[in-house]
Every structure is written in structure tokens, then in C-alpha cells.
């Protein structure tokens, strides 16, 4: 019964006693494991980035609403002032300024969502190292 459970250990213990054959079966069997624990790490970090991604994709795309109906605002400033009624053109001027504004800090807080840094599978290249590190250790 021991031998049993042992040959679906991990890490089979008396390293020295087992065989070539068994040596060579072991490495393939964790390394199989290891490639599919990565792969699933991988996609679990790069489906969350790109859900961040999503996020600053749609303020970004509400600061451009913004800032088009800033554009818009503007552009109906210049109509009146060319008409020459102060009164409506000024307001007119202020309103498209702050939705322009206000739009533009949306599209810099949507921005800072992009940045490449955050986009790395960071927790996915750490385990990498530290398995290059273990098998290292495992061969000599």
C-alpha cells in the first residue's frame, strides 16, 4: 500500500534509491505538472490586466464624449460672439470651457490605466524564476 501512495507523491522520498527510469519519469510528470500550473497562472493574471484595461478604455471613452460636447460648447461660443451678444457667448464660453476640462481629466484618469508596466505577468515571471531556481537545485 505504501508503494502505491508513493508513486503519486510529489516528491517520492529516497531520492538516492530510486532508479534512472524513475528519475527520468518523475521530471517528466512535474514538468508536464509545472507547464500547466504556469499556463493557468498566466491566464488568470493576464485575464485580470485586461479587465484594468476595460476600465480605463471607458472613462477615457466618456472623457472624449466630454470633451466633444467642450468642442461643441466652444464652437457655439464662437457663433455668438461673432454675432456680437456678449451676454450669451460669454456664458456660452464658460460652460464649453469646464465641460472641456472636465473632460479632459477623464481621458488623464482613463490614460493612467494604459501604462505597459501593469500589463506584465508579474506574479507568472517570479514563479518562473523561482522553478528555474528548483530544477537547478533538482539536477545537481
Not at 498566466?42 to 472624449?64: D, N, P, S, W, Y
Not at 460652460?95 to 505577468?121: E, M, Q
Amino acid at each position: 500500500m505504501s508503494d502505491q501512495s508513493d508513486a503519486y507523491a510529489p516528491f517520492p522520498p529516497r531520492r538516492d534509491q530510486r532508479s534512472i527510469g524513475t528519475l527520468i519519469s518523475d521530471l517528466a510528470r512535474l514538468a508536464g505538472l509545472l507547464v500547466r500550473q504556469e499556463t493557468a497562472l498566466l491566464k488568470a493574471e493576464m485575464t485580470e490586466h485586461v479587465g484594468q484595461l476595460g476600465a480605463g478604455a471607458r472613462l477615457m471613452i466618456a472623457g472624449g464624449v466630454l470633451a466633444f460636447a467642450g468642442l461643441l460648447y466652444l464652437l457655439a461660443a464662437a457663433m455668438l460672439a461673432l454675432a456680437l451678444v456678449v451676454d450669451p457667448w460669454l456664458a456660452a464660453l464658460i460652460v464649453g470651457l469646464v465641460v472641456l476640462a472636465l473632460g479632459g481629466a477623464l481621458v488623464w484618469i482613463g490614460r493612467r490605466s494604459f501604462r505597459t508596466d501593469r500589463l506584465a505577468p508579474q506574479r507568472t515571471l517570479r514563479s518562473l524564476k523561482d522553478d528555474a531556481e528548483w530544477l537547478r537545485g533538482q539536477i545537481r
